[in-house]
C-alpha cells in the first residue's frame, strides 16, 4: 500500500486526481501527513517549505514549465496539461524507486531498514537480520507515523488493510518477534504503552 499526498490549491481538481489514481491503482491510500509519494500542483514557493518538511519524500512536481535546474532522484516534473497514463506509469516508477533504492533505507536509533532486501542492520555492530514482509511492512508503518504511538486497529488498517484473518494475537505476535530479532539489552526497536506501539527515534 502507497501513501499519497496530494497537494494544490484547486480543491476539484485534487478531488478528480484521487479519484482518478484510486480508480487505476487500487493499491493507493491518500493520506495528508507522512506520505510515501507526494504529487504537487501549486506555487513554487509553497514547495520549497514542502520539500523541508519532506526532505526524503519522492515529489511529483505538475507544472507549465519544467524548471531550468533539474533536480535529483527525488524530483520529477511533469509539464501540463498531460495524460493520466503519464501520470500513472511516473507514479509507479517513483514508488518502485522508494521501495528498491537505497532512497527507500530507513535510519533510525542506530538501525537501518532495508525494505528491498527485507532485513534489518544494527549500525553499531554491523549485526543483521532477515525480516519478513510483514515485519518489515509494520516497521514502515510505525516509521511514517513516528510521532505517535499507534493502535493495533490502525496496524490492521496500515498494514494488512482489515483482513479478518488478522486477530490481535497476530499483531502482537509480529512484534513479538520483531523485537526478539533485532532489540538488544540496551536498546529497544518498538516502544508500547497502553497497548499502543511507536518505533523508538532514539529519542527516548
Known amino acids: 500500500m502507497t501513501d499519497i499526498l496530494l497537494v494544490g490549491n484547486n480543491q476539484d481538481l485534487l478531488d478528480d486526481m484521487q479519484n482518478q489514481i484510486a480508480r487505476f491503482v487500487p493499491q493507493t491510500q491518500f493520506v495528508s501527513q507522512n506520505p510515501d509519494i507526494i504529487i504537487v500542483m501549486q506555487e513554487e514557493k509553497s514547495n520549497n517549505s514542502l520539500r523541508q518538511q519532506y526532505a526524503m519524500t519522492p515529489m511529483i512536481y505538475l507544472c507549465a514549465s519544467a524548471p531550468i535546474a533539474k533536480d535529483d532522484k527525488l524530483n520529477i516534473w511533469l509539464k501540463t496539461p498531460l495524460k493520466l497514463t503519464v501520470l500513472l506509469d511516473v507514479l509507479q516508477a517513483a514508488n518502485n524507486k522508494l521501495n528498491h ?75 513479538y518477534r520483531l523485537r526478539q530479532k533485532v532489540e538488544t539489552a540496551s536498546r529497544r526497536l518498538i516502544l508500547t504503552n497502553n497497548g499502543h506501539y511507536k518505533l523508538n527515534m532514539g529519542e527516548e
Do not use: C, M
Not at 149 to 155: E, G, H, Q
Not at 161 to 174: G, L
Open 101 to 175: 533504492s537505497t532512497d527507500g533505507y530507513l535510519q533510525f536509533n542506530g538501525y537501518e531498514l532495508r525494505p528491498n532486501l527485507r532485513e534489518i542492520e544494527d549500525l553499531t555492530n554491523g549485526a543483521s537480520a532477515k525480516l519478513t514482509e510483514k515485519e518489515v511492512a509494520v516497521l514502515q508503518y510505525l516509521y511514517k507515523n513516528a510521532d505517535r504511538y499507534v493502535s493495533k486497529n490502525d496496524l490492521q488498517t496500515g498494514v494488512w488493510q482489515y483482513s479478518q484473518e488478522v486477530t490481535t494475537h497476530t499483531i502482537e505476535t509480529h512484534i
